[in-house]
């Protein structure tokens, strides 16, 4: 689904979600002005949960935390039991500060700081996904100095392709991200690590990249590293407790992505078939598993609501619209050529959840673009909207992951508001930025 699941038109026409009305929101907080609507969350976590459950119970759900992270949405993942991955320093100190359970949060990265180890460390956090030899080194030696046993697990480069964009492959041969095992740079790694006191070697974990629709890839590096772990119980006797094929479960951003996108219950049923299968097959024991969703937790939940500004027509070429954001606050179109959908808040109209694809009568094609200064600067290349006002409220589905995670204060622009919607009622989780913390960092020479 690319809509919030609450979303629907209200009697005044106009869409609303999580039974509020968007106007109203736009009304009240501005725009640019990002929603999430709380039902949708809480609905995949407990989707992903209940077909692990089902098929696999010896999983965790751990949400891929760079995604999006605030105290508004750490409470209801806590509040569904699912775990946290942190990639920095910051997201870790984010999550403590929010009382998250130490022990359910898996870090990541592949240049961890030895600030950023030590505190992860000194928190007594699940997992450390070691990225390579030099990080696995100083973890052996700060858990001597701390007296600790760190558990971690070995990110792996399983050598497995997926088709997403080039930028978000990261489990080919070719990438900056864990223990190539095409040499026997993951096997020395196995064998320090097992012969350290102060590390515990739980697994093996492998993340094969992002926005991912097919399943087949991920049988592939669930093989992959069943074959890695029977040489390394061959030659060292390590038998690995937990094995992940990480994250990176695609959702629908514009209606053509709604059919390709897998549910929870298929995602489920070939992760663990892969588990159980491999693990029979070399005669391994079937590990315990944690995947890592990030969009496919809280993509769909979030909106994000603009004013239309100045309206362009290029005779024979398109209409540019203009809104009050853009790159800014989504630098994913321009990054890497992401797609979204929009619908007119205000007057949705009946095929407000089908909007997409070439002009139909009284339609012409659209550009949907930023106010920032560069012509990269666009949020939907291409889009068949009916005529557009200057003051329409423009919503764009599917905005919940990575908008807000990557947006940037370029052009000086503020970081948008954010309300969290739930029966009825709207609460303000992030206030709009102000000039005064844009300059609170800054040190003015008297
Ligand atoms: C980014 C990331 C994820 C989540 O990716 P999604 O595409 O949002 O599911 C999971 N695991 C790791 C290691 C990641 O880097």
Not at 162 to 167: D, G, L
Request: glycine share 10%; hydrophobic share 45%; net charge negative.
């Amino acid at each position: 689904m690319l809509w919030p699941i609450t979303t629907t038109i209200n009697a005044a026409g106009h869409l609303a979600i999580g039974g509020v009305d968007l106007l109203d929101l736009a009304r009240e907080w501005g725009t640019p002005l990002y929603l999430y609507d709380e039902a949708t969350i809480r609905e995949r976590c407990r989707a992903f949960h209940a077909a692990f459950d089902a098929r696999y119970p010896e999983s965790a759900i751990v949400y891929a935390g760079k995604t999006y992270l605030s105290p508004a949405i750490l409470a209801i993942l806590r509040e569904e039991g699912v775990w946290l991955d942190v990639c920095s320093g910051g997201e870790l100190g984010l999550a403590l500060r929010c009382a998250f359970p130490a022990a359910r949060i898996v870090f990541h990265g592949n240049n961890k700081s030895p600030d950023e180890l030590r505190l992860a460390v000194e928190a007594g956090i699940g997992r450390i996904i070691v990225d390579n030899e030099l990080e696995l080194g100083r973890l052996i030696a700060l858990g001597e100095e701390l007296g600790r046993r760190v558990p971690i697990a070995l990110r792996l480069n399983p050598g497995v392709g997926a088709h997403t964009h080039e930028y978000r492959l990261t489990g080919v041969v070719d990438s900056k991200f864990g223990f190539p095992t095409i040499d026997d740079q993951a096997e020395r790694a196995v064998a320090r690590a097992i012969g350290a006191a102060s590390v515990e070697l739980l697994g093996y974990h492998c993340h094969i990249g992002a926005h991912i629709f097919e399943l087949e890839p991920y049988r592939d590096a669930v093989a992959a590293l069943f074959r890695f772990a029977a040489e390394m119980r061959d030659r060292h006797g390590f038998i690995p407790a937990e094995i992940s094929p990480g994250g990176g479960m695609a959702i629908a951003y514009i209606p053509e992505d709604e059919a390709r996108q897998s549910a929870p219950d298929q995602i489920a049923s070939v992760i663990g078939d892969a588990l159980r299968d491999c693990a029979a097959a070399v005669g391994l024991p079937a590990p315990r598993t944690w995947i890592e969703p990030g969009r496919a937790l809280v993509g769909q939940a979030g909106v994000a609501l603009y004013t239309v500004g100045a309206v362009k027509e290029i005779p024979s070429v398109r209409r540019y619209v203009a809104v009050d954001g853009g790159m800014a606050d989504n630098i994913r179109p321009a990054l890497y050529e992401a797609e979204y959908t929009a619908a007119i808040a205000n007057r949705p109209g009946p095929r407000f959840h089908a909007e997409g694809g070439t002009a139909s009568e009284g339609e012409l094609t659209s550009r949907v673009v930023g106010k920032y200064c560069e012509s990269g600067d666009l949020l939907i290349r291409e889009i068949a909207l009916p005529p557009v006002e200057t003051g329409d409220l423009l919503a764009l589905p599917a905005s919940g992951a990575y908008n807000l995670a990557m947006s940037s204060n370029y052009n000086l622009a503020f970081r948008p508001a954010v309300v969290f919607v739930n029966d009825g009622r709207a609460r303000l989780t992030r206030r709009r930025e102000t000039l005064d913390d844009l300059l609170s960092a800054e040190v003015f020479e008297s």
